[in-house]
Structures are given as structure tokens and as C-alpha cells.
């Protein structure tokens, strides 16, 4: 019926992934309705300057009095990275190592493809289906700012629909090359988690405690928020997504080949 794994992959997420967009597109929407009522109340600067000082850092709350930065505090630093970073990381791990589990991938494994080829239709089919929610969280904010007048202008909301997207394919690509090393969808799931709590922690204490200031760039979540998400343009710190995720592709290449089928699942 397909003539490569990449559209196989596809097909599989189907499902999954129109319900992600969906979901995704309905938040953005509902926070967006919220605007109007923030915008409007009084004295809403002097509001957010009541609050601790390392809680207006922490999201911003000095920019809340525009559209960009309520949509920056309220979904683009914290709920949809989350949602973004949840479906990539469970995409990669079931892409191999839930196929090994599941007793298929030994069927892939018996065709002419090398299994360097399955890594790279794999992870192709991760970053389109990635992608694609990354294209509903821009439409939706599109859509969302005009009917709410957020004055959020199609590059803004491209920048951080394309930060959400290269933070959960950099994970996702992890815990697909861990699942293809291990064979264990479980352990996919739980280094790759525990890679991204890491490197949130780091960008927190970053933002609160000046001493960790400086390991900030270090961190996937800082090189994904800095300056925005919204409204940051095309930062530099987006090549480090990028390199990050074609640096585990990399990695993950060997795994399969030479693999003793007769142990591929359940081993």
C-alpha cells in the first residue's frame, strides 16, 4: 500500500495527530477569547507590578499588557512547550522502540531497507507530523488574534509556532534514538522526560538565581523561549534545535543495522 516506511509512519499518526491539532487549535482559541477581559481591566500594569519580583521575570509579566506577551505567559513558556514536548517524546518512543515492543519492526527489519533508512523515514515522519501541529498552533493564533484583536502579526506567531516545533522534535528525536538503541519504549520516555525537566530547571534557576545565568544557553528550553517564543523573529539559538536533532538522527543511524532479528522484540 506505501511505498516507504516515512508514508507508513504517516498513516499510522493519522489519527493522533488530527486530534493533537484539534486540541491544540481549541486552547489557542479559548486563551485567546480571554484577551479581551485582561486587556481591560484597570490599572492592569500597576497590577502586574505587585508581584514578586522573580514571578514577573519568571513569565514576564511586565509584557502581559500586550496581546504577544499574554499569549508569551499564558501558553507559549509553559503549557504548549508541555504539550509539544509530551507528543513528541511518546511519538518517538512508540515510532521504534514501541514497534519492537509490539513484535513489527522485525517485519521491517526482513525487507531490502537498511535500517539506516528506517531511522531516517522515521524521524522525517516524526518532524512532519510535528510539523503539522506546529501549522495548527500558527493558524490558530492567527485566527485568535484577529477575531480578539491581540495584534499578533503572522511573523510573530511563526516564530513561535516554529520554537514549539524544534523543541519537541529535539526530544522526540531523542527518545526515538533511545527507544531504537534500547529497544524499551518506557526508557525512551523516561530519558528523554527527564532530559527535558533538566533543562527546564536549568532555564528556571537561570531567570531566579543570577549564578546560573550563564548555563541558560545551554538549555534546549532557553534556545526554544529566548526573546519570546512570539515575537523573537529567527533567533540563533534555533540552529542549536536544529543541530541537536540531526546530531541524535546521527547517532541513532547504526542502531538497527546488523540487529538479530529473532531477538528484536521482547528480548
Known amino acids: 500500500m506505501f511505498r516507504n516506511v516515512y508514508l507508513k509512519s504517516l498513516y499510522d499518526a493519522r489519527r493522533g495527530l488530527i486530534g493533537w491539532s484539534i486540541a491544540i487549535a481549541v486552547l489557542v482559541l479559548l486563551e485567546c477569547a480571554l484577551w479581551p477581559s485582561v486587556r481591560d481591566m484597570p490599572d492592569l500594569a500597576e497590577l502586574y507590578k505587585s508581584f514578586p519580583e522573580q514571578l514577573r521575570k519568571f513569565f514576564d509579566l511586565d509584557a502581559m499588557t500586550t496581546g504577544t506577551g499574554f ?86 506567531a511563526a516564530s513561535g509556532a516554529l520554537a514549539m516545533t524544534l523543541l519537541g522534535l529535539e526530544y522526540g528525536v531523542l527518545a526515538l534514538a533511545v527507544g531504537a538503541l534500547t529497544g524499551r519504549r518506557t526508557t525512551a520516555i523516561a530519558v528523554s522526560a527527564s532530559a527535558a525537566t533538566a533543562a527546564y530547571v536549568v532555564y528556571a534557576a537561570g531567570l531566579i538565581l543570577p549564578r546560573f545565568e550563564s548555563w541558560q544557553r545551554y538549555s534546549p528550553i532557553y534556545q526554544a523561549f529566548h526573546n519570546g517564543p512570539l515575537g523573537a523573529g529567527l533567533p540563533l539559538s534555533y540552529l542549536w534545535l536544529v543541530a541537536g536533532s540531526a546530531l541524535l538522527v546521527a547517532l541513532a543511524l547504526p542502531t538497527l543495522d546488523g540487529r538479530d532479528i529473532s531477538t528484536a522484540h521482547g528480548g
Open 71 to 156: 499569549l508569551n505567559a499564558e501558553l507559549f513558556t509553559l503549557l504548549l512547550p508541555s504539550l509539544f514536548l509530551v507528543y513528541g517524546i511518546g511519538h518517538g518512543a512508540r515510532t521504534l522502540a514501541g514497534e519492537e515492543e509490539r513484535g513489527t519492526l522485525e517485519l521491517l527489519l526482513v525487507t531490502p531497507v537498511s535500517g539506516a533508512r528506517i531511522i531516517i523515514d522515521k524521524a522525517l515522519a516524526l518532524l512532519t507530523s510535528i510539523a503539522i501541529l506546529g501549522l495548527a498552533l500558527f493558524a490558530a493564533t492567527i485566527v485568535g488574534s484577529l477575531a480578539f484583536g491581540l495584534g499578533i502579526s503572522a511573523a510573530d
